[in-house]
T-cell receptor
Framework: NAGVTQTPKFRVLKTGQSMTLLCAQD?????MYWYRQDPGMGLRLIHYSVGEGTTAKGEVPDGYNVSRLKKQNFLLGLESAAPSQTSVYFC????????????????FGEGSRLTVL | AQSVTQLGSHVSVSEGALVLLRCNYS??????LFWYVQYPNQGLQLLLKYTSAATLVKGINGFEAEFKKSETSFHLTKPSAHMSDAAEYFCAVSGSGGYQKVTFGTGTKLQVIP
């Protein structure tokens, strides 16, 4: 069972470069999320999606863009990377909030470690 | 708005001692509450969750948590710490905004001393 898969797992960028992180889930989940984890700050929500073709801003959306063209994929883009975006990025998914299948549990990927020099 | 506060960024206990990790929440609607665990260089995995059923929730690896509405708390406990419990623990809440968002606390690193 693959669950939630993030690529790449590690990346080093120079300031101003762009990149895209890919998250793929095989559980047919409606909701997908991108978080960043920084020491002492826990996980902060960047963007999320409640279905194919829809996205919404979280707590710290500036400098990031997202797309959800297919239900199973959620892409996080950095158009012009800055050192402040050095972080570990986690993707998560879960079922929608309606129906008996809803438990609220998030399923996480293993993380993508990004360093911006 | 919703939020969680975890008291103590680092907690140390002796092997075999009681583990108590504190979490207080704020939510304008009845919350769903979660505890997640993160081992080094891994993603987060669910320990247990409260979704308005029983107030005492049992999770994996012998952990449990009690929902106390009057105290807005959801503290995590384990009667006897094991070396393998050393990890970072996150409390999380979902409620406001139609239960779409999940907000995490800043985490508590648990050290288990032999």
């Amino acid at each position: 069972n693959a669950g939630v898969t993030q690529t790449p797992k590690f990346r080093v960028l120079k300031t101003g470069q762009s990149m895209t992180l890919l998250c793929a889930q095989d559980m047919n989940h409606e909701y997908m999320y991108w978080y960043r984890q920084d020491p002492g700050m826990g996980l902060r929500l960047i963007h999320y999606s409640v279905g194919e073709g829809t996205t919404a801003k979280g707590e710290v959306p500036d400098g990031y863009n997202v797309s959800r063209l297919k239900k199973q994929n959620f892409l996080l883009g950095l158009e012009s990377a800055a050192p402040s975006q050095t972080s570990v990025y986690f993707c998560a998914s879960r079922t929608g909030t309606s129906g008996r299948a809803y438990t609220g549990e998030l399923f996480f990927g293993e993380g993508s470690r990004l360093t911006v020099l | 708005a919703q939020s969680v506060t975890q008291l103590g960024s680092h907690v140390s206990v002796s092997e075999g001692a009681l583990v108590l990790l504190r979490c207080n929440y704020s939510s304008s609607v009845p919350p769903y509450l979660f505890w997640y665990v993160q081992y080094p260089n891994q993603g987060l995995q669910l320990l247990l969750k409260y979704t308005s059923a029983a107030t005492l929730v049992k999770g994996i690896n012998g952990f449990e948590a009690e929902f106390k509405k009057s105290e807005t708390s959801f503290h995590l406990t384990k009667p006897s710490a094991h070396m393998s419990d050393a990890a970072e623990y996150f409390c999380a809440v979902s409620g406001s905004g139609g239960y779409q968002k999940v907000t995490f606390g800043t985490g508590t690193k648990l050290q288990v001393i032999p």
